[in-house]
């Protein structure tokens, strides 16, 4: 099932789910998060590394921020980054090759992100929202990984599915994917009929009328 919902989310975009959140009353879509590398649409499911502010405490296991993700992903996660808001890199170029090279499908940082020219070289997805030269070393460190965070007021479990392009991400829970997908699914096909209405010569304000204003509402 999961592999499932995967591939169907991978056929929509972030604006769909996002309206699909809408329509059943639910939350996941944040802002500010831009794509800074890649293209295209990302999903997956999702990895979480929790940063905190300030080095490590004092006999912490001396870990690589972000590490742990990596070794906990495949080939369907993405890695989102809990970051306390800081200048200082919560992503940085080493972690891209690591990630690349096991088949990570990208990563969100909730703050910024160091090394982006080489990631934009590797062509892999990172979506962050800022870029910094500032290194994590001694201002940021690692709390836990796949453990909840919270971006914006939205909770994020481990396994949760997420979307983003470039106009940003958006989280769904994994007991309400298939509602949300089959909402967005819905949502897209409309929209696609309206395009293809469009292009046959229908009068705009025909096809973008009351029957697309009460679209979000006639899903719920």
């Known amino acids: 099932m999961s592999a499932e919902l995967l591939e169907r989310l991978r056929q929509l975009d972030a604006c769909s789910v996002s309206d699909a959140l809408d329509a059943l009353g639910l939350t996941g879509a944040v802002t500010g998060i831009a794509r800074r590398s890649g293209g295209g649409v990302v999903a997956g499911r999702v990895v979480t590394v929790a940063l905190a502010e300030g080095p490590a405490p ?10 742990r993700a990596i070794e906990a992903g495949d080939a369907n996660s993405i890695i989102v980054v809990s970051h306390p808001g800081i200048d200082a890199g919560g992503w940085g170029g080493v972690l891209t090759q690591a990630a690349r090279l096991a088949g990570i499908q990208g990563v969100i940082v909730d703050g910024p992100l160091r090394d ?5 070289g590797l062509d892999f997805p990172i979506f962050a929202r800022a870029t910094t030269v500032r290194t994590a070393r001694g201002r940021v460190h690692e709390v836990a990984t796949n453990v909840p ?3 914006e007021a939205v909770t994020i479990a481990p396994g949760d599915y997420v979307i983003s392009d470039g106009s940003g991400a958006v989280f769904v829970a994994a007991d309400k994917a298939d509602k949300v997908i089959r909402t967005a699914e819905r949502i897209a096909a409309k929209e696609r009929l309206m395009v293809e209405a469009l292009k046959s010569g229908k009068p705009v304000l025909q096809v973008l009328g009351a029957d697309y204003e009460d679209m979000l509402e006639a899903m719920q």
């Open 58 to 67: 004092a006999g912490a296991p001396k870990v690589h921020l972000g590490a």
């Open 116 to 120: 982006v020219d080489e990631a934009n």
């Open 149 to 151: 965070v919270t971006i």
